[in-house]
């Protein structure tokens, strides 16, 4: 599956953004979708993640409560709705995707720049 990610961009802290991740290539429904995040000088980490259906959400705690991860399975699309942005949510976001009987996210996307400033 090819993955696409949009909708980064410069935001003032507690500002909103809506990332956009388009799939193609494979069926979307088959599987699970996340969003990671490495900001400057720093390792990648989990934000969010979603399971086939959307039936089930992970979130870390950073973003418990302010970040929504979302699915269109008609679409090939998941979302993350990002609210109450800080400054340590600058970061480039991709979206990965884990095939059904992968242990591992095989597929990522480009990433989209996130920057918040205070």
């Known amino acids: 599956v090819q993955l696409q990610a949009s909708g980064g961009g410069l935001v003032q802290a507690g500002g909103s953004l809506r990332l956009s991740c388009a799939a193609s290539?494979?069926?979307?429904?088959?599987?699970?979708m996340a969003w990671f995040r490495q900001a400057p000088g720093k390792e990648r980490e989990f934000v969010a993640a979603?399971?086939?259906?959307?039936?089930?959400?992970y979130y870390a705690d950073s973003v418990k409560d302010r970040f929504g991860i979302s699915r269109d399975n008609v679409k090939s699309t998941v979302y993350l709705q990002m609210n109450s942005l800080k400054a340590e949510d600058t970061a480039v976001y991709y979206c990965?995707?884990?095939?059904?009987?992968?242990?591992?996210?095989?597929?990522w996307g480009q990433g989209t720049l996130v920057t918040v400033s205070s």
């Open positions: 290539g494979r069926t979307f429904g088959n599987y699970v």
């Open positions: 990965a995707a884990r095939y059904a009987e992968s242990s591992s996210y095989g597929h």
């Open positions: 979603i399971s086939y259906d959307g039936g089930a959400t």
